[in-house]
Nanobody
Framework: QVRLVESGGGLVQPGGSLRLSCAAS????????MGWYRQTPGKQRQLVAR???????NIADSVKGRFTISRDNAKNTVYLQMNSLKPEDTAVYYC?????????????WGQGTQVTVSS
């Protein structure tokens, strides 16, 4: 089993910054992509950023230029640096890891961390 634990969420003023972390543990031989998704009430969970094991990243247009994703493969940890935060960034942020096993890729999700941007 694979567990993902997020940290770093909280309350921040507009224009402020937060850094989210997600550490994976358990039966892990390798991890393909890792990513951050967010969800607000009444909306579908949406991709914020994703990064491959090789370091190639994909950033959603809504946060491009403000958010940066990175990972530390030795620690099985992915980070999301969030700058110039806006009220519309308020959401529960979820970490996902894609773990290959016997030729099949399985997705594992964290429990989520709340990010609230408000003055």
């Amino acid at each position: 089993q694979v567990r993902l634990v997020e940290s770093g969420g909280g309350l921040v003023q507009p224009g402020g910054s937060l850094r989210l972390s997600c550490a994976a543990s358990g039966s892990i031989f390798s991890i393909n992509s890792m990513g951050w998704y967010r969800q607000t009430p009444g909306k579908q969970r949406q991709l914020v950023a994703r990064i491959t094991s090789g370091g190639t990243s994909n950033i959603a247009d809504s946060v491009k230029g403000r958010f940066t994703i990175s990972r530390d493969n030795a620690k099985n940890t992915v980070y999301l640096q969030m700058n110039s935060l806006k009220p519309e960034d308020t959401a529960v942020y979820y970490c996902k890891a894609a773990v290959p096993r016997e030729g099949i890729e399985y997705d594992y999700w964290g429990q989520g961390t709340q990010v609230t941007v408000s003055s």
